[in-house]
């Protein structure tokens, strides 16, 4: 079955880095856009990242646009997320989803990030 | 980019019907037919329950229905049960190429 896992979440200080994982299985890694997605506490989804099938298609949201890299290795059936000078409005569960079309289809089951000045 | 307007709350009784609207712009639910609706119980992580304004992922009751007219775009569910409570977030693509969600609806089942 369909199996999205997110791994590299972690309290780190403001400024920090920190390199998010997501480990697929149960599907062709290669033949699916993907998506980063984080929810603050309290508060609904925000759609950070996606990145095409070949990775030839990058976009970010501006709220993170310079700060983070998004990145895969199909071969390896994984999804990155590099972030770098955290805030303490980034701090939220980040999820990874598998896209169809416009759609989020498939979710992990996140992992928290806590920024802390 | 402005998160798509949603109503902070809705409730029914089981075995009725509610609807949840999702208001958006041009620059996103009125320009595209990618409207899709997700499902959130507390503690876990959103659910897919339609995408492209009215299309169901299999496996998902055929209460739940979604339309959309103009900048507008709804979740209706049927027989309402009590399962169904939860958030609801709708979501939009963009005119430059991005993606919006709705600012969440908690239904409750009364």
């Known amino acids: 079955q369909v199996q999205l896992v997110e791994s590299g979440g972690d309290v780190v200080k403001s400024g920090g880095s920190l390199r998010l994982s997501c480990a697929v299985s149960g599907f062709t890694f290669g033949d699916y856009f993907m998506s980063w997605i984080r929810q603050a506490p309290g508060r609904g989804p925000e759609w950070i990242s996606y990145i095409s099938s070949s990775s030839g298609t990058i976009y970010y949201a501006d709220s993170v646009k310079g700060r983070f890299t998004v990145s895969r290795d199909n071969a390896k059936s994984s999804l990155f997320l590099q972030m770098n000078n955290l805030r303490a409005e980034d701090t939220a569960v980040y999820y990874c989803?598998?896209?169809?079309?416009?759609?989020?289809?498939?979710w992990g089951q996140g992992t928290p990030v806590t920024v802390s000045s | 980019q402005s998160a798509l307007t949603q109503p902070a709350s809705v409730s029914g009784s089981p075995g009725q019907a509610i609807t949840i609207s999702c208001t958006g712009t041009?620059?996103?639910?009125?320009?595209?037919?990618?409207v899709s609706w997700y499902q959130q119980h507390p503690g876990k992580a959103p659910k897919l329950m339609i995408y492209d304004v009215s299309n169901r992922p299999s496996g998902i009751s055929d209460r739940f229905s979604g339309s959309k007219s103009g900048n507008t775009a709804s979740l209706t569910i049927s027989g309402l049960q009590p399962e169904d409570e939860a958030d609801y977030y709708c979501s939009s693509s963009t005119i430059t190429n991005t993606f919006v969600f709705g600012t969440g609806t908690k239904l409750t089942v009364l």
């Open positions: 989803a598998r896209m169809r079309g416009d759609s989020f289809f498939w």
């Open positions: 041009s620059s996103d639910v009125d320009n595209y037919n990618y």
